[in-house]
Structure formats: C-alpha cells, structure tokens
C-alpha cells in the first residue's frame, strides 16, 4: 500500500511491450533489478507499468529483444504536475478552494439531533445554542464538550443521557430519554391492587393491606384484589381506616383469546432492473434538489438512500455532500401456500402477541387453535391460551377519601 | 553439494529453500501463488505461465493469470489457477 502511494507520488508509465520476445525482455529487466509491478498479457504482448526513472533504461533493452514499446498512460502527481504547470489560473482557483474548504470547516454548519422527541427538539436546540452550538458558530469557541453536557442533562427532565460530537463542520447530537414506568407508585403513597384481567383466583398472598379473596373467587378486570384501605375501629365505634401502600400477589387462571385473519399466500418483492436515480445536493445544511420534481412512475418500488460526503484530511466533513435516492422497481409476486401452513404462521403470530402481554412468573396450561375459512384466499385463527398468572395491579387511592376516612401509613398495615 | 547444504540447513534448523536456492511456492486458494526463488519467466500469456526454476520448470495453468507483482527475487500471480505442474530437466 505503502509503495503504491510513493508511486503514485513519484509516477510511473504504463506501457504495451508486442513483439516476439517479450519474455525474453521481462527477464533482462529483472536481471537489471527494474522492478515491474502490474503486468497483464494483451493481444501480442504484454502491458506493464514501470517507475518514471527506470523507463528511461528500457530503450536499450527493448532494441536488444527486438520488442516494440509504446506508452499508453502516464499516472502520477508528477504527470499531472508537468501537465498543468503553465495553467495558472487552473492552479490559483484549486488554491482557493482549498483555502475556501479550509475556512468554511472551521464553523458549524449542521446541527443534526438524532433520538430526541420532536416536542423536545426546539428546547434542546435553544439549550445548545445559549452552550455555543448552532449554525454559523466556530467551532474553536466550543471548548468543554463535557460541560455542554452536563448542562443539558442536568437541566432536562425528559432526557437520561446526552453525546454531542463534533464531525468535521457537523455537530451530531445523540440523545437517550429517560425511560419512565407507568406502573411504578410511590411506596409512600397509599394504593391498592386491581385485577388486570378476568379469571378464577388460585392463591393470594398479602404483603400489606387487606383482602376478602379466596382461591376459587371469580375476579372481573378492574375489581380491587387487595385493598390498601384498612379497618382501624372497633365495630359499634366510628368508623376509621388506615391507608397503606398495598403489597402481595395474586396469581389466578385467565384465559386469553385472540384472532386473526391470515392471506393464503405470502408475498414478495423482486426487484427489476429499471431504476430511477435522484441526487440532492447538500451544501452547508441546505439541501438543493438537482432534479428538480421526482417522478416515480413504477407501481411499485423500493428506495434505497446514501450520503456522500466530502470529508477533509484531519477536519473531518466539509459541510458538502450529496443524496443519492435510489428507487427500484420492484415486481409483487404472490406465493400460494396451504392452508396448513397459513394457520401455524397465524398461530404462532397469536402465541407471541399473547405472551408479549403477561408478566413475569406466568405459566402457560393449555392451547387451543382453530381456523375457519373465510374466502378463497383468507382464512381467520383463533387462538386460546390459558395462563396462571399474577393478575394484580398497583392503582393509587383518591386523596379525597383518605382525607375523608382516616390516616396513612404506608410503612406498612 | 546439494546433500551437504541440506544437512547443513537441518542440522540449524534453517529453512531449506534458504540455503538450497530452492523455489518457495506458496498458494492460497486457487486464486494466488506466490514464488519465491524464480529464475525467469519462459512463457506467458493469460491462461498458461512457465517459470524457469532451479533444476525444472514451473508450469501454472488457469484462467485470467495475472502477474501482479514481478521482481528479481519473487512473483506474484493472480488468477483461477487449475493446475500446478513441475518438469524437470
């Protein structure tokens, strides 16, 4: 690699050697140490490519083998150099768009924020620019990357974590939100536990509140399991209570059944030969459509899309770079399948969807599937799957009956 | 000679082909070759290459053969290589 690059720099010749004895003149030059690196045999032949200097020492050689030699390409900074010296203005506008390059690459002109909700972008945008990150911005004045961090997500609810890289003339912000868990209360607060689903109660066991459930009790989705209003009074006296923070488990068997319609077939996308490629051009955050209205006339298509972008030696990108959007026709073609088959597909889709939705420590006890036909081509699955499950949810008690009845004590009844 | 270079070089437990002058060929798939200890190329066009080697001759047959690197010391060829045959003279 190494050698190929100080080639490159110094320039070499690629050159056709015809004629009888060309082997005969391959081996004199490696008996004259020229060191020859691609070779590729032709009609009568052969191409080579050799370094500038050792050129020079081939005529002779070449006379001595009777072989014909004729330069096809000259490569090289050093061709390329003797090629334009005397375009000077070709040579002053490459100097300045160099200098151009360089100048424009040391402000910001993208900022990308990737992860972030869109109701939070406009705020989070504020916030990088009162830390110095926006467009138009330098990018030596960005100092402690770390600090611009530490702000945001010491100042932020919503978001957990926070990068911001700086890429060449773009400022990538990465954003990770905080995840929050609708089912998590307080343990100070008082609450009880509710039925999530209809089924038949197998065990209860109370942690903290109070239950009148026993195994074998019918339970409807919504109705409180264990309450957290507790009985603090003697009967014949006032009536008082004392709300905890409800604690245990209540495992009972449910059933759940889903359906679903499943195609008789299944289908997939070929892709045709014919595309339709559009460029956009990307200039400093700006993006210029070079092709004016896309039309995509194919019925059906598949896009493909890929950035180029022009990235400078050791200031990374350049603010410049291109869009490819590539669409592909594709053809939509059926695959019939049997009905067999149609219905495992269908039935382990139901089995995922149902188990997705049950908690931890949950124990399947039986399934039961079935399908009907319902055209030619559609068959509808119904899916049955009995559980014993932990059915209990945490629901909060209103404050206005605790304000009502009695005290709190969430350490527990 | 030859013996006695050869029991030289098992003896220190040098490589033979280091002190013998004799070809290395090293292969990889059937797409590379790699020779080490050439003496000259007899012929070569896309589908035959015949090196000259101590003591014989190195044919390689294939498709597509491609000298890639040539220098005074080793080649290397690229290239669907079928066969491989030594002939010696």
Known sequence: MLNKFFDFLKGYVI????GKNYERFLNICLGKKIPIRTTKP?????????????????????RDCGVRVRILKKCGIYHFVRKYRHRYVFL????????????????????EIHGAKPGDIPMLSQMLRDNGVFVGAKKRDIKDIYAIKNDIINHTDGIAWLWVYLDGTKADVRVLNRRTVDNMIDISKPCSIVSTAEGIIKSVTVKAGETALKAGDAVFKGDTLISGRVRAFKEGSAENYMYVHALGEVYAYTVHKKTVRQKLYTVKEECQKEHKKYYTLELFGKKYNLYGRKRVNYQTYRTEKYLHELKMPFTGYAGIGILCENYIKTNRIK??????LAFDMARDRL???????????????????????????????ECTVSFIENIGTKEPIRSEEIEQYGDTDAAGA | MKRLKERFADSFSVSR?????????????????????????????????????KDGVLLIEGRGLLIQSLRPEDIFIRGAVSRVEFFNI
């Open chain 1, 15 to 18: 050159i056709e050697i015809s």
């Open chain 1, 42 to 62: 032709c009609k009568g032949g052969v191409v080579i490519s050799v370094g500038r200097s050792d050129f020079k020492r081939l005529r002779g050689i070449a």
């Open chain 1, 92 to 111: 002053v506008c490459s100097v300045i768009s160099f200098l151009l390059l360089f100048v424009t690459s040391s402000y910001i002109w993208t900022v």
């Open chain 1, 335 to 340: 695959n019939p399948i049997s009905e067999e």
């Open chain 1, 351 to 381: 089995e995922e969807e149902i188990c997705s939705a049950l908690g931890i420590k949950s124990e399947k006890l039986d399934e039961k599937a079935g399908y009907r036909k319902i055209s030619d081509d559609e068959i509808e699955v």
């Open chain 2, 17 to 53: 082909e280091a002190v013998t002058d004799d070809a290395h060929i090293t292969m990889a798939g059937n797409s590379e070759i790699y020779i080490e200890n050439y003496r000259g190329i007899i012929e070569y066009k896309q589908d035959i290459i015949r090196l000259f080697i």
